[in-house]
Each structure stands twice: as C-alpha cells, then as structure tokens.
C-alpha cells in the first residue's frame, strides 16, 4: 500500500470510528466527546473523564490505539485492522475498550 492510499484509509477508519460514536451518544445514554486534530482522534467519556486515543502512524502502516486497557498497534490484513500482537480487530476490540471506559455496551462496526 503507498503512503497516499494509507492515509485515505486511515481519515476514512478514524471518520468511521467518531460517526460510530456520536450515533452511540446520540442512541442512547452514552455520554462521550470526539475531537479530532489531524491523525489524531480523542474519545472522551465525560461521566468519568477517560479517553481512548486512535491515531494513524503513516511509516508503519499501523493504526494505533491507547485506553485504560493499555496500548495495541493495528495492521491492515485482508480489509480489517488487525492487532499486531492477539489478532483481535480494531472494531471489535474498541467496542469492549468503549463498553468499559463507557459503562454500557457500545457496539462499532466499519460502515
């Protein structure tokens, strides 16, 4: 993949993963802020003021995320971000990050 393309996939996934949540806020009693500044993507949950950080890194291809469950680096692998390290998918794997930070069940899927 060139660094163009990542990039176009990468603004594309962190666009996906903030619509995700503001319809997760706008759903149901979830009370979570997205800003943006470049690369970078901050989810706040304003009940208890944690924050799951997503962020592209264009010279390994990766997506990167950190939560109070700690650090996880995502490949892309056959149309899915996959963990580097367990093989678990980036959706999935910041839904549950999203369910405990949030304190009710958030279920995010790429469009």
Known sequence: MTESEFLAL??????????????????SDLDVECSRSGNVLEIEFVDNGSKIIVNSQAPMQEMWVAAKSGGFHYRREADRWINT??????????????????GMPVVLAPK
């Open 10 to 27: 990468a603004e594309q996934t962190l666009s996906t993963i903030e619509t995700a949540l503001e319809r997760a806020s706008e759903d």
């Open 85 to 102: 390290r367990d093989g678990s998918e980036l959706y999935a794997a910041l839904s549950t990050m999203a369910s405990e930070q949030g």
